[in-house]
């Protein structure tokens, strides 16, 4: 299972834990997954003698094709699940707390073990993967690991050097632009 994780600049900087309520398929709690009404249980499939393929011959040619009476299975259910119509799972909201670890980057995918959608039955549930995205921020941009901002001085500060006060992430810190200094210089 794969979403979008939008996050702010003051949540790279300092990692975030995030609680995300999802939409996944888990397994059935009538059947446990296994798409079968309780007591009853899968037979071979009658198509296929339980190998999941079916053989045409052409000539010289045979074709294997997935079987489209069990879907390649080998089983299938003679009497479903009542509430999952046999598949075995059911669609349901869950909340997956999440940690953020502090730099991370756009396009970064941060894997949730087992918080994905169910694997067949008796198979594991699958992975959750958040891929981070930055949003914008008013004042900031990021370079890379760097954080960049535009400070405007004036004419004199540039010239004769001074010390000047400058947002950060984090409030704000105290800068000394050298004497001399260039407009545009980073």
């Known amino acids: 299972l794969k979403i979008v994780l939008d996050l702010t ?3 790279i900087d300092t990692g975030v834990e995030r609680t995300l309520t999802i939409k996944r398929q888990r397994h059935c709690g009538t059947c446990k997954g296994s798409g079968a009404k309780d007591g009853s249980s899968k037979v071979t499939c009658t198509s296929c003698q339980g190998r999941g393929q079916v053989h045409r011959s ?3 040619f045979t074709m294997a094709t997935t079987c489209p009476q069990c879907r390649g299975a080998g089983q299938m259910n003679q009497n479903p699940c ?3 119509k046999g598949s075995g ?3 349901a909201k869950e909340d997956v707390t999440l940690d953020v670890p502090a730099g991370v980057e756009e396009g970064m995918r941060i894997r949730v073990t087992g918080a994905g959608d169910a694997g067949d039955p008796g198979a594991p549930p ?3 993967y958040c891929v981070v995205r ?3 921020h008013k004042v900031f941009q990021r370079s890379g690991p760097d954080v960049l901002a535009e400070v405007p001085v004036s004419f ?3 010239a004769l050097g001074e010390k000047v006060e400058i947002p950060t992430l984090r409030g704000r810190a105290e800068m000394t632009i050298p004497a001399g200094t260039d407009s545009g210089k980073v």
């Open 9 to 11: 600049l003051e949540e």
């Open 58 to 60: 052409q000539g010289f």
């Open 82 to 84: 009542v509430d999952c």
């Open 89 to 91: 799972r059911e669609a």
């Open 126 to 128: 699958g992975d959750l």
């Open 134 to 136: 930055e949003k914008e």
């Open 156 to 158: 004199d500060q540039l």
